[in-house]
T-cell receptor, first 113, second 112 residues
Framework: QQQVKQSPQSLIVQKGGISIINCAYENTAFDYFPWYQQFPGKGPALLIAIRPDVSEKKEGRFTISFNKSAKQFSLHIMDSQPGDSATYFC????????????FGTGTRLTIIP | EPEVTQTPSHQVTQMGQEVILRCVPISNHLYFYWYRQILGQKVEFLVSFYNNEISEKSEIFDDQFSVERPDGSNFTLKIRSTKLEDSAMYFCASQKGGWEAFFGQGTRLTVV
């Protein structure tokens, strides 16, 4: 019940295209859903996050769509650029974010010219 | 911009040896975490620390592991007798309270 399932495992998108990564969760106590971006040899860095009281959050080229009834959320990267090539992890936690993060399995995104 | 600092960046140790991984969290943060990531896999929670005590630990965090915040700034993870399967990237994270957790750059632990 604590798992966060993420797909796809890897994704190749052409420059300028839209990258979409999906996550699903079971634990209805989760109330904070961040996405982390990780470059090789680096720690995860927060990219964007959403709480379940809204269905969408947009920051620049990055958008989270959240479907509370389906217990799913997704990351959309518009106008994908080679610099976006990284591993992306969805995550979730509860207690207004004051608890451990449960991470998805990660998506390795490659943007090709 | 404040950041979480971890040392060393890479540690090689012999099986059975003790290692201490060090972290300096962001100064006004209250919640501290250790996570680990085996190569190519997801980030896994080890332990959380709040108000000078462990608030939660995973099944990975057995008696071989311990954490300390000895001086109000450093946050350490000790592995008493390392095993080959402890080889991983270990990340420290800190949080002010609510929402964003900031991660360090990690310590790559290699047990040989």
């Amino acid at each position: 019940q604590q798992q966060v399932k993420q797909s796809p495992q890897s994704l190749i998108v052409q420059k300028g295209g839209i990258s979409i990564i999906n996550c699903a969760y079971e634990n209805t106590a989760f109330d904070y859903f961040p996405w982390y971006q990780q470059f090789p040899g680096k720690g995860p860095a927060l990219l964007i996050a959403i709480r379940p009281d809204v269905s969408e959050k947009k920051e620049g080229r990055f958008t989270i769509s959240f479907n509370k009834s389906a217990k799913q959320f997704s990351l959309h990267i518009m106008d994908s650029q080679p610099g976006d090539s990284a591993t992306y992890f969805c995550a979730a936690n509860s207690n207004f974010g004051n608890e451990k993060l449960t991470f998805g399995t990660g998506t390795r995104l490659t943007i090709i010219p | 911009e404040p950041e979480v600092t971890q040392t060393p960046s890479h540690q090689v140790t012999q099986m059975g040896q003790e290692v201490i991984l060090r972290c300096v969290p962001i100064s006004n943060h209250l919640y501290f975490y250790w996570y680990r990531q085996i190569l190519g896999q997801k980030v896994e929670f080890l332990v959380s620390f709040y108000n000078n005590e462990i608030s939660e630990k995973s099944e990975i965090f057995d008696d071989q592991f311990s954490v300390e915040r000895p001086d109000g700034s450093n946050f350490t993870l000790k592995i008493r007798s390392t095993k080959l399967e402890d080889s991983a990237m270990y990340f420290c994270a800190s949080q002010k309270g609510g929402w964003e957790a900031f991660f360090g750059q990690g310590t790559r632990l290699t047990v040989v």
